[in-house]
């Protein structure tokens, strides 16, 4: 997604781009994904929830832009999520959120159990109440990663897939370019956006970018006639009802390498916790699983910007769970760095260079 998507913004900027993908777009993370637009963290703000923010204020041009190009639907959804809560000390939290002046824009509502149970009639009863977010919304994930690709195809990108890209060609301290298949291919920029693989990218010219994958199982159900209608996200559970008729139900965090697998373990922690949350799910069929490996820097941040002290390389890495929130700004940011400089939201809390500060 974060490649696609750049590259798209980068062509459209006037840039000749090829654009490398070792299998098909989306063949990773970025379909592994539920496609939640969620920008709003806990209620201190942040520098991340900045750039969070900044990109779901771009998603609604972004899926009319890509309807246009392409006539792909990308299902952008605006019904909201429900965070259900289980005290009334959370319901007090909730009604404090609900009162902040930011508040507003997003539809920020704290309801108590008999509001909750008339938006959400299949939630357990041991929910006291609900915060409401309408400001959240969702997209379906795989046509947004092949939309993007389509786009930029049509804006003049050369996507190149089934081409993996072994090395980054870094000469007199400036990228000149990748090997990829055993051919060089010269270039004025380079922009790593290889998710969980960024890191052997990195070592191929002798550098080191602490990222590794967090595999995250998925599952969906079928979901006809539907049980829920808006997004409903607990502790240890999402679940997001799809214009298609599945639900989707997610997901685990493991620290497990590159293991690919769908596990017993992993599936049935899913499923506990969402019949725990919605009891009729218990009676509705798999559809399918998958599993697909976040990009997880240290501190959870992505890793956007230039690379030190190399001219023309720059890194679109460590999204981790926020990669489709992310990516139109992403794009964005990185496109208004090649081109002159100076991107409209400072990025210094993302450049690669924390990582290095942090070990001298």
Known sequence: MIGCAAAFELAKAGCAVTLFERATPGAEASGAAAGM???????????????????WRLYPDVAEELRTRTGIDVEYVRRGTIYPLFSAEDVRRAEARAGQPWAAEFGIEALDAAETRDREPALAPRVRGAMFVRGDHWVNN?????????????????????????????????????????????????????????????????????????RGQMLALGHVPPVLTHCVHG????????????????????RVGFQRAVTAHGLASLLTAAIDLVPALGTLAIARTWCGFRPWAPDSLPVLGPWPRIAGLFVATGHYRNGIMLAPITARLLTEYIMDGHPSIPLTDFVPDRFFARSR
């Open 235 to 254: 502790d240890d559970i999402y679940l997001v009802p799809r214009p298609s008729g599945e639900l989707l139900v997610g997901a685990t965090v493991e």
């Open 142 to 214: 795989e046509r947004l990663v092949v939309a993007y690709a389509q786009a930029a195809v049509g804006a003049g990108v050369h996507l190149r897939t089934g081409t993996s890209v072994s090395r980054v060609v870094v000469e007199d301290a400036h990228a000149r370019g990748v090997v990829a298949e055993g051919e060089r291919w010269e270039a004025d920029v380079v922009v790593l956006a290889a998710g969980a693989w960024t890191g052997a990218l990195v070592a191929s010219f002798g550098a080191r970018l602490p990222i590794e994958p967090k």
């Open 37 to 55: 637009l969620a920008p709003l963290g806990d209620d201190v703000r942040t520098r991340f929830t900045e750039l969070a923010i900044a990109s």
